[in-house]
């Protein structure tokens, strides 16, 4: 998996700065994005985020390309409705090759790699002879797994962002998208540091709506809580 973040808003922080100004404020928005994105400007980003005001930070948008991840991954990705997606189509794009992503889970179990291998020759060889029949790929593609690999162009604001963040960084989420989400939110905050100083999954907020008690952040904050409560 590849993910660069290859377009933003300019000065992301600065837009939402005065977005959020221009709710409170006699100056209009060219006025505000005169003034210098101080301290101050970061504290009151910082404040509107932390309470949940959410609606000014979708003035900021941000671009990513995400390579090499599966289908199974891009499925899940695009259930995100407030963004835009542009996927590499397996209408148009000979898979002969058929890269695929092989979950942990499989390589690290001798006997379940064996039959996963074996599966993915015969999809491979099946698909090939089906092109070579002059079948449309179109059609042949109906026998690629969840396992091929794909490239896509995702667009979303800040606020989409925040909830994507929310949901996929939990350990709850399947682990490729797990993955994916952390890197986007790494790329992130590289450009807005103070829009996405919190972002990720429930628990960082302390507000967790998963009742999953085998969760290893919410064991270590009971074994802290009752580290701490035993030596009191």
């Given amino acids: 998996m590849n993910v660069k973040l290859i377009s933003h808003t300019p000065d992301p922080e600065k837009i939402i700065y005065a977005a959020a100004k221009t709710c409170y404020s006699k100056k ?39 390579e090499g991840i599966s289908r199974a991954c891009s499925h899940q990705l695009v259930r995100h409705r407030v963004a835009s997606f ?10 002969a090759k058929l890269p695929h992503i092989v979950p942990p889970t499989i390589k690290k179990n001798e006997e379940a790699k064996r039959l996963f291998d074996a599966v993915i020759e015969t999809i491979k060889k099946t698909y090939q002879n089906l092109v070579e029949l002059g079948i449309p790929k179109e ?22 962002l925040w909830h994507f963040f929310e949901l996929r960084c939990c350990l709850r989420a399947q682990w490729e998208i797990r993955e994916l989400a952390w890197s986007m939110l790494e790329e992130v905050k590289r450009v807005a540091p103070t829009i996405f100083k919190n972002a990720g999954p429930w628990c960082i907020g302390g507000n967790c709506p998963e009742d999953d008690k085998a969760c290893e952040i919410r064991v270590k904050e009971k074994m802290k809580k009752k580290s701490e409560n035993n030596q009191m």
């Fill in 28 to 66: 209009i928005g060219s006025e505000l994005l005169e003034k210098p994105f101080d301290e101050k400007a970061k504290k009151l980003i910082t404040n509107i985020v932390s309470r949940g005001h959410h609606s000014v930070i979708e003035h900021a948008a941000f671009t990513f390309s995400i």
């Fill in 86 to 95: 542009s996927q590499q189509s397996q209408r148009y794009v000979n898979l």
């Fill in 139 to 160: 059609d042949s593609r109906f026998v690629l797994p969840n396992a091929t690999k794909t490239n896509i162009i995702l667009t979303m604001n800040a606020r989409s």
